[in-house]
């Protein structure tokens, strides 16, 4: 199925199954992530009814109404201080079958423009380094990797490198 054909729109609580079965098979997939552990449609819900203000979920689905990726934007820090009021950090999951098809970059499009719009001027967010498609995705987005970190996520027992990454989503 061509990205033209995706739909792009903001989630609900009523998508949770739909993310949560997304989510879940890239975690049970074998694709690198961070994520180890498996999420219940109740527990996306609730993830979903409790974004902080400023936060959203896009996702892409197919005419027939199927949820084939999502991405999530929030705040990058919620402290008590505003200084980060501008960054953003961002998640990006799609099923194996629909990725190198667009489906990235059109959520990414739509959830910068969002951001941008929610007043946020860059997004900061973190990849496992040995995931090189993710990379490869993010470059092309016009991310660049601003750091590294060893052995910083334990997934399943083992120390994992992590690379962090940003991506201005306005000069200045």
Avoid: C
């Amino acid at each position: 199925m061509s990205a033209a054909a995706i739909g792009i729109r903001e989630a609900g609580p009523d998508d949770a199954a739909g993310v949560a079965a997304v989510l879940n098979g890239v975690i049970r997939g074998g694709s690198p992530t961070l994520l180890d552990t498996t999420f219940s449609v109740e527990e996306e819900r609730a993830y979903i009814e409790s974004l902080p203000a400023r936060s959203f979920v896009h996702v892409a689905e197919t005419p027939a109404g199927g949820i084939v990726g999502f991405q999530t934007v929030i705040p990058w820090n919620t402290f008590v201080t505003t200084a980060f009021d501008h960054v953003a950090t961002m998640g990006t999951y799609v099923e194996a079958r629909h990725r190198r098809q667009g489906v990235g970059a059109a959520l990414a499009r739509s959830s910068f423009a969002a951001a941008l719009a929610l007043g946020y001027h860059k997004v900061f967010t973190d990849l496992r380094a040995d995931n090189l498609d993710s990379l490869a995705y993010h470059l092309a987005l016009g991310f660049a990797v601003v750091g590294s970190a060893r052995g910083h996520a334990r997934v399943r027992g083992r120390d994992i490198d992590v690379l962090f990454i940003e991506r201005p989503l306005k000069e200045g």
